[in-house]
């Protein structure tokens, strides 16, 4: 039995020891011939047992300081006893100091946090500190870098309180903070984006509204109004289209020309022009008079008749587009009696959008038009 219990304590030691980090475990005592205890030995292994404990250490506070980098974040505390905030490297990095230590008085907090922000960061602190709250801050806010710049930075953290009922009392915050500054440029970024989309919209609507006004009020009757209404439309969804593709940064104006005509005989239709780009403002009301005067040119111009010919060519000359559409070879052209519907889209929906000027010439030999925008 005794040895029953004997085998038993040294499974329950070995099973300690196996569950211990060597560096934190005691090293075993080893004793001399007489029996007594090594002092030199043992110190020895207390001494390397230290040191494995304080490289463990180092290691740990390494990967910390790397997860920190890595995350863009850096830990502070701020005390309101001496209303200091102390820290450390990250958090310095992130805040645009030369030292952990930074004293919140009133000009030091309005040198480096940004105007528009103070009132909602003392608002969270002040909530935070309330003593019947939970301790917890949360706040964003920009602060300003050492080359004068400024960067959106999130910090959050813990109250910690000394005492209980009414005596409790805040003594400190602790927290940390992380740069945010790419996420609000996103958002930004998103803000605008979605403000040019309902401009956009509300822009491409009144142009529909009007030219579904002039389409209705020129017509003979309606089946005709809606063919045109959706020929006039589909032009303006293919500028869309082309605009889309560039993400409605602009588009090229040989593009532009090219998608007005191409349903338009291309092969009687010669161009010919630098390779520009133009605004999507342009490229919508360009592509809406070529659509018009192509529309006219196959009615009752060179398009036409196969003999006849188009001919659509731009040039820039101080920030000012010129652009000329001359149809030849067609029937013969005289003026007309009353302006028609594309003279009153060139004259009241063009111009207006582009800024410019048009000018129609009817020619014995064809029409002419010469379209002028400001770049």
């Not at 919140?104 to 608002?123: A, I, T």
């Not at 927290?175 to 945010?180: E, F, L, Q």
């Not at 869309?240 to 588009?251: I, K």
Request: glycine share 6%.
């Amino acid at each position: 039995m005794d040895q029953v219990r004997d085998s038993s304590r040294l499974k329950i030691i070995e099973s300690r020891d196996l569950a211990t980090p060597s560096a934190l475990r005691s090293p075993p005592q080893r004793r001399n011939r007489s029996g007594a205890v090594d002092d030199a030995t043992n110190s020895v292994q207390q001494a390397t047992g230290e040191r494995e404990l304080r490289q463990m250490l180092e290691r740990q506070k390494r990967t910390f300081d790397l997860a920190m980098m890595a995350s863009q974040m850096g830990t502070w505390r701020y005390t309101l006893a001496d209303n200091i905030c102390m820290y450390d490297e990250n958090a310095q990095r992130l805040y645009g100091l030369t030292e952990a230590h930074f004293l919140h008085s009133e000009e030091g907090v309005k040198s480096k946090f940004h105007p528009d922000d103070l009132e909602r960061m003392w608002s969270r602190v002040s909530k935070a500190l309330d003593p019947g709250s939970d301790g917890r801050y949360d706040a964003e806010y920009r602060v300003k870098q050492l080359d004068g710049s400024w960067r959106w930075v999130s910090a959050w953290g813990l109250v910690e309180f000394e005492g209980d009922g009414a005596d409790r009392k805040p003594v400190a915050i602790a927290g940390a903070s992380r740069d945010i500054t790419e996420r609000k440029q996103a958002e930004e970024l998103q803000r605008l984006l979605l403000n040019e989309l309902n401009h956009r919209i509300k822009n491409t609507l009144t142009t529909i509204q009007a030219i579904t006004a002039l389409t209705l009020r020129a017509a003979r009757d309606l089946p005709s109004a809606s063919v045109a209404l959706e020929r006039r439309i589909h032009s303006m969804a293919q500028a869309h289209d082309l605009l889309t593709s560039r993400t409605w940064t602009g588009a090229n104006l040989t593009d532009v020309v090219m998608r007005a005509l191409d349903a338009f005989t291309p092969t009687q239709v010669k161009m010919s022009g630098p390779a520009i780009d133009v605004s999507p403002k342009h490229a919508l009301a360009l592509s809406l008079a070529l659509h018009e005067l192509a529309t006219n040119a196959t009615k009752y111009g060179a398009l036409s008749s196969p003999e006849g010919r188009v001919t659509v060519q731009w040039r820039v000359q101080e920030s000012t587009l010129h652009l000329d559409w001359q149809e030849s070879g067609g029937p013969r052209v005289g003026p007309p009696t009353q302006n028609g519907l594309g003279t009153r889209l060139l004259e009241e929906l063009v111009v207006r959008d582009l800024g410019g000027d048009t000018k129609l010439t009817y020619d014995a030999s064809g029409v002419r038009c010469r379209i002028i925008a400001a770049l």
